[in-house]
């Protein structure tokens, strides 16, 4: 049991290292974009890159609640049921905040002509970025909190 609880320890530093690591630049991908060309392919390249962090992301989450039930002290643990908490409140973030400030962007992407990128679009970015941010610093909360275990 203990070999199988370390390889779980194992992917879940590694899906950490996947999924949070390219999480943390995603949102600067984009920002040195100064045509609608290169806006584009700085989305597209958000988007593939993003595929890491779904996949490491659930990877990270799958894990770590394996290790509880393998582990069920972690349970009784106060830094376990924080980590979790401010995790899934970063992953419903996804779907209720970034979604909808998102989609115009994506939409615009789509449907406008030229190469002059639209001001609306920088209002969208930096609410987006915002946004971003506070997922970023709610990442960067869980991680202390699993290295340091303060509770």
């Known amino acids: 049991m203990s070999t199988f609880y370390s390889v779980l320890v194992f992917i879940h530093i590694f899906s950490a290292i996947m999924g949070m690591g390219p999480g943390f630049i995603l949102n600067s991908i ?3 974009a100064k045509t ?3 806006l584009r392919n700085a989305y597209a390249i958000k988007n593939r890159v993003h595929i890491f962090v779904m996949v490491g992301g659930t990877l990270l989450l799958v894990t770590g ?6 582990n ?4 009784g643990t106060g830094w376990y049921w924080l980590s979790l908490g401010l995790y ?5 973030m ?4 970034l979604k ?8 615009m992407l789509k449907e406008h002509s030229g190469e002059e990128i639209p001001a609306q ?3 969208q970015q930096r609410k987006l970025t915002q946004y971003e941010h506070v997922i970023n610093l709610l990442f960067i909360l869980v991680i202390a909190l699993m290295i340091l275990k303060p509770f």
Request: without cysteine; proline residues 14%.
């Open 30 to 32: 984009p920002k040195s």
């Open 36 to 38: 609608m060309t290169e």
């Open 65 to 70: 609640l394996l290790m509880g039930f393998l």
């Open 72 to 75: 069920p002290y972690l349970f």
């Open 88 to 92: 899934l409140a970063a992953l419903a």
């Open 94 to 97: 996804g779907p209720f905040v």
């Open 100 to 107: 909808p400030i998102s989609t115009p962007i994506k939409q």
């Open 121 to 123: 679009y920088f209002l």
